[in-house]
Protein backbone atom coordinates (compact mmCIF):
# COMPACT_ATOMS: atom_id res chain seq x y z
CA UNK A 1 0.00 0.00 0.00
CA UNK A 2 1.65 3.43 -0.97
CA UNK A 3 0.54 6.25 0.86
CA UNK A 4 0.16 9.27 -1.56
CA UNK A 5 1.71 12.64 -1.82
CA UNK A 6 4.95 13.36 -0.58
CA UNK A 7 6.80 14.03 2.89
CA UNK A 8 4.77 15.06 5.54
CA UNK A 9 4.13 18.27 7.19
CA UNK A 10 6.88 18.93 9.68
CA UNK A 11 5.47 20.66 13.20
CA UNK A 12 6.70 24.09 13.94
CA UNK A 13 8.69 23.57 16.86
CA UNK A 14 10.43 20.49 14.93
CA UNK A 15 11.01 23.02 11.95
CA UNK A 16 14.89 23.95 11.25
CA UNK A 17 15.94 27.56 12.21
CA UNK A 18 15.61 30.31 9.62
CA UNK A 19 19.07 30.72 7.67
CA UNK A 20 20.53 34.00 8.46
CA UNK A 21 21.08 36.41 5.25
CA UNK A 22 24.43 37.24 4.50
CA UNK A 23 26.06 40.14 5.19
CA UNK A 24 28.43 42.01 2.65
CA UNK A 25 31.97 41.40 4.03
CA UNK A 26 33.88 44.01 5.71
CA UNK A 27 35.72 46.60 3.72
CA UNK A 28 39.28 46.18 3.64
CA UNK A 29 41.65 49.21 4.51
CA UNK A 30 43.94 50.15 1.13
CA UNK A 31 47.73 50.88 2.01
CA UNK A 32 47.02 54.80 0.78
CA UNK A 33 44.11 55.75 3.01
CA UNK A 34 44.48 55.91 6.43
CA UNK A 35 41.40 54.87 8.94
CA UNK A 36 40.08 57.43 10.60
CA UNK A 37 37.54 56.82 13.63
CA UNK A 38 34.55 58.68 14.29
CA UNK A 39 35.28 62.53 15.51
CA UNK A 40 34.00 62.32 19.03
CA UNK A 41 34.16 66.00 20.88
CA UNK A 42 36.30 66.56 23.64
CA UNK A 43 34.34 66.50 27.21
CA UNK A 44 34.45 69.68 28.61
CA UNK A 45 36.80 70.23 31.85
CA UNK A 46 35.50 70.67 35.07
CA UNK A 47 36.55 74.02 35.83
CA UNK A 48 38.54 75.17 39.07
CA UNK A 49 36.90 77.10 41.69
CA UNK A 50 38.82 80.09 41.54
CA UNK A 51 40.22 81.33 44.79
CA UNK A 52 42.09 84.28 43.95
CA UNK A 53 44.53 86.34 46.80
CA UNK A 54 43.02 89.07 47.41
CA UNK A 55 44.55 91.72 45.50
CA UNK A 56 45.49 93.83 48.05
CA UNK A 57 47.39 90.97 49.86
CA UNK A 58 49.18 90.21 46.63
CA UNK A 59 50.25 93.83 46.46
CA UNK A 60 51.24 93.32 49.84
CA UNK A 61 53.41 90.13 49.55
CA UNK A 62 54.82 91.26 46.71
CA UNK A 63 56.25 94.16 47.60
CA UNK A 64 57.21 92.27 51.13
CA UNK A 65 54.95 94.08 53.40
CA UNK A 66 53.73 90.80 54.30
CA UNK A 67 56.37 87.77 54.86
CA UNK A 68 56.30 84.72 53.26
CA UNK A 69 56.09 82.35 56.32
CA UNK A 70 57.56 79.56 54.13
CA UNK A 71 58.65 78.04 50.94
CA UNK A 72 58.34 75.02 49.30
CA UNK A 73 59.84 73.72 46.30
CA UNK A 74 58.47 70.99 44.08
CA UNK A 75 61.04 70.93 41.52
CA UNK A 76 62.02 66.97 40.37
CA UNK A 77 58.64 65.29 41.85
CA UNK A 78 55.98 63.46 40.12
CA UNK A 79 52.93 64.80 40.47
CA UNK A 80 51.79 62.19 43.33
CA UNK A 81 55.32 63.03 45.52
CA UNK A 82 54.27 66.94 44.42
CA UNK A 83 50.81 66.19 45.83
CA UNK A 84 51.87 64.72 48.86
CA UNK A 85 54.37 66.53 49.85
CA UNK A 86 52.39 69.77 49.21
CA UNK A 87 49.42 68.31 51.24
CA UNK A 88 52.13 67.50 54.28
CA UNK A 89 54.00 71.06 54.43
CA UNK A 90 50.50 73.16 54.10
CA UNK A 91 49.37 70.94 57.26
CA UNK A 92 52.56 71.86 58.71
CA UNK A 93 52.67 75.16 58.39
CA UNK A 94 48.73 75.67 59.25
CA UNK A 95 49.84 74.03 62.70
CA UNK A 96 52.67 76.26 63.33
CA UNK A 97 50.13 79.11 62.20
CA UNK A 98 51.82 80.24 59.32
CA UNK A 99 49.63 82.41 56.86
CA UNK A 100 51.70 82.87 53.59
CA UNK A 101 54.09 79.96 51.67
CA UNK A 102 55.57 80.37 48.35
CA UNK A 103 54.89 77.14 46.39
CA UNK A 104 57.48 77.07 43.78
CA UNK A 105 56.28 74.65 40.90
CA UNK A 106 58.44 75.55 37.79
CA UNK A 107 57.21 76.64 34.60
CA UNK A 108 57.73 73.94 32.53
CA UNK A 109 59.34 72.55 29.62
CA UNK A 110 59.24 75.30 26.89
CA UNK A 111 60.36 73.98 23.22
CA UNK A 112 60.36 75.74 19.86
CA UNK A 113 59.02 72.66 18.31
CA UNK A 114 55.03 72.59 18.83
CA UNK A 115 54.71 68.61 18.22
CA UNK A 116 57.32 67.84 21.17
CA UNK A 117 55.56 70.22 23.22
CA UNK A 118 52.28 68.95 22.91
CA UNK A 119 53.24 65.34 23.41
CA UNK A 120 55.28 66.00 26.61
CA UNK A 121 53.63 67.17 29.86
CA UNK A 122 54.14 70.79 29.86
CA UNK A 123 54.52 72.91 33.04
CA UNK A 124 51.73 69.75 34.83
CA UNK A 125 52.67 70.48 38.43
CA UNK A 126 52.40 74.64 37.76
CA UNK A 127 48.48 73.40 36.11
CA UNK A 128 47.80 70.95 38.94
CA UNK A 129 48.40 73.25 41.78
CA UNK A 130 45.05 75.33 41.65
CA UNK A 131 43.10 71.44 41.36
CA UNK A 132 44.85 70.52 44.16
CA UNK A 133 44.38 73.32 46.63
CA UNK A 134 40.62 72.90 45.45
CA UNK A 135 40.73 69.37 46.47
CA UNK A 136 38.71 68.83 49.73
CA UNK A 137 41.74 67.69 51.76
CA UNK A 138 43.32 70.88 50.68
CA UNK A 139 40.63 73.69 50.52
CA UNK A 140 39.68 73.74 54.56
CA UNK A 141 43.05 74.91 54.74
CA UNK A 142 43.60 77.38 52.22
CA UNK A 143 41.74 80.92 51.56
CA UNK A 144 43.59 81.76 48.10
CA UNK A 145 46.43 81.94 45.89
CA UNK A 146 47.69 83.65 43.10
CA UNK A 147 50.78 83.91 40.97
CA UNK A 148 54.15 84.95 42.06
CA UNK A 149 55.31 88.10 40.99
CA UNK A 150 58.70 88.14 38.30
CA UNK A 151 60.93 88.80 42.43
CA UNK A 152 59.82 85.32 43.68
CA UNK A 153 59.27 83.15 41.04
CA UNK A 154 57.15 84.56 38.53
CA UNK A 155 55.54 82.27 36.60
CA UNK A 156 56.99 79.43 37.60
CA UNK A 157 56.12 80.43 41.54
CA UNK A 158 52.15 81.14 43.71
CA UNK A 159 51.31 82.27 46.76
CA UNK A 160 49.32 80.83 48.72
CA UNK A 161 47.27 82.22 51.56
CA UNK A 162 46.32 79.91 54.52
CA UNK A 163 43.61 80.11 56.92
CA UNK A 164 43.70 80.56 60.13
CA UNK A 165 42.73 77.36 62.41
Same mark, same amino acid.
Given at each position: ? /?????? &???? *????????? *? /??????? &???????????????? +? =?????? =? &???? +??? /??? !?? !?? *? +??? /? +?? &????TQAEAREALYRYIVTRVSYGARTILVITGKGIKTDNDYISAMSERGILRTMLPIWLSEPSMAPLVSGWSMAARGHGGEGAWYVRLRRI
Amino acid at each position: M /KLGGGP &LPVP *EEFAPPPVP *E /KKAPPKK &LTPGKPFLPPYVPPKP +I =ASVPDK =A &LDPD +IHK /KVR !RG !RI *E +IDG /K +ID &LHGMTQAEAREALYRYIVTRVSYGARTILVITGKGIKTDNDYISAMSERGILRTMLPIWLSEPSMAPLVSGWSMAARGHGGEGAWYVRLRRI
